[in-house]
Every structure is written in structure tokens, then in C-alpha cells.
């Protein structure tokens, strides 16, 4: 549905290096990588991925899984389900 109304949708899974997104597939990128992304999105809180760089890095972040509790540089930038 994000897509279709223009969004660009990217993902990160270090488990998973893939993805079929609608009618593409889509590969995983790296989200400590600064971006043009106006919302990183938390749904799966990974031990391999470091919070506190994506945090640095992203414009916004909704994190569904308290993944940035631990994080301290940024937090006004994140808002949790």
C-alpha cells in the first residue's frame, strides 16, 4: 500500500538477505548506512544489530519491540508503539 501511493520501501534482516515485496525482491540493506529514509521502522529486535547506530543515523525511528531502550545519543528522534 506504501508503495503504491510512492514510497520507497527498503528492509534489514541480518537473517534474511531477501525479500519478495510486492511484485520485486527486494535486498537487505544495511540501516547503520546513512540514508535519505524519513522512517526507520523496528520490527524485530535482532542482538546483531547495533540500535545505537541506527538511531545515529536514521531521521526518525518507530520502534515496535523496545529494540533502542538501551540507546542514548538520539532518543528524541524515536517513539515506541
Given at each position: 500500500m506504501l508503495e503504491a501511493k510512492g514510497?520507497?520501501?527498503r528492509y534489514h534482516d541480518?537473517?534474511?538477505?531477501?525479500v519478495q515485496l510486492g511484485s520485486r525482491v527486494a535486498e537487505s540493506v544495511d540501516p547503520t548506512v546513512k540514508s535519505s529514509a524519513d522512517l526507520v521502522v523496528i520490527v524485530t529486535n535482532h542482538s546483531r544489530?547495533?540500535?545505537?547506530?541506527?538511531?545515529?543515523?536514521a531521521h526518525r525511528v518507530y520502534d515496535t519491540r523496545n529494540a533502542t531502550?538501551?540507546?542514548?545519543?538520539?532518543?528524541?528522534?524515536?517513539?515506541k508503539l
Open positions: 514510497a520507497e520501501i541480518p537473517q534474511l538477505p531477501e544489530v547495533d540500535y545505537e547506530s541506527v538511531v545515529a543515523v531502550r538501551n540507546v542514548t545519543l538520539g532518543k528524541e528522534k524515536v517513539r
